[in-house]
């Protein structure tokens, strides 16, 4: 079963505004990443952030972790065009002692000019 | 940069052919990862490997099996392909150690779409 669940599936705003995407995920995590896919292409990682962090900053984009309730979110300020794409949430988990990231559905971000 | 390079963008094969997805990557990664994705479901990890020669079954190895005879290599085999294995087939991959355990980034190439007729 899937251990990340992103929330919403589906976001589109205007150019300028931020973007709020939020994952969900059901057990002990060693660190939780996220990562973007441009239409038909492969995923590229943006942030990572500890289970002993509670907020990183990269550029445009803030992630936060609160590991009592097993969620995160990835804020976007100030979303331009390029920003158009589907985002989603990995969580580093050992399962049956293998090492694995288990990715969540993705949410599809639009961002209208 | 790292590059992860997969053969094919897209392959169309008729149902019972015997299909390979070849992935290269050239940053000497010891961990290697196919996954297919397909709509509503996200990325499910089919198969990975820690060293040549090794490979570990993921979520949905049925109907796969790999080969990783050299270090830079994972190959993906669909031995008899069928409809329902129409998908987009990511491969992926992400350095070892300590340090890099710590992290577990993986590196992705650009994905193969693959319909099976």
Redesign the interface.
């Known amino acids: 079963s899937?251990q990340g669940e992103e929330d919403p599936q589906a976001l589109s705003i205007q150019e300028g505004e931020n973007a709020t995407m939020n994952c969900s995920y059901k057990t002990s995590i060693?660190?939780l990443?996220w990562?973007r896919q441009n239409s038909?292409?492969?995923?590229?990682?943006l942030i990572?952030i500890?289970s002993n962090e509670r907020e990183k900053h990269s550029g445009r984009l803030r992630v936060t972790l609160d590991t009592s309730k097993k969620s995160s979110s990835l804020l976007i300020t100030a979303s331009r065009a390029a920003d158009t794409a589907s985002y989603?949430c990995?969580t580093?988990v050992v399962i049956q002692g293998?090492?694995?990231?288990?990715?969540?559905?993705?949410t599809r971000l639009t961002i209208n000019p | 940069d790292v590059k992860v390079t997969q053969s094919s963008r897209y392959l169309v094969k008729r149902t019972g052919e015997k299909v390979f997805l070849e992935c290269v990557q050239d940053m000497d990664h010891e961990n290697m990862f196919w996954y297919r994705q397909d709509p509503g479901l996200g990325l499910r990890l089919i198969y990975f490997s820690y060293d040549v020669k090794m490979k570990e079954k993921g979520d949905i190895p049925e109907g796969y099996s790999v080969s990783r005879e050299k270090k830079e290599r994972f190959s993906l085999i669909l031995e008899s392909a069928s409809t329902n294995q129409t998908s987009m087939y990511l491969c992926a991959s992400s350095p070892t150690g300590w340090e890099f355990l710590a992290k577990n980034i993986q590196y992705f190439g650009a994905g193969t779409r693959l319909s099976v007729l």
């Open positions: 899937q060693n660190n990443q990562y038909g292409r492969g995923l590229v990682h990572l500890r989603f990995a580093d293998a090492q694995k990231l288990v990715f969540g559905q993705g």
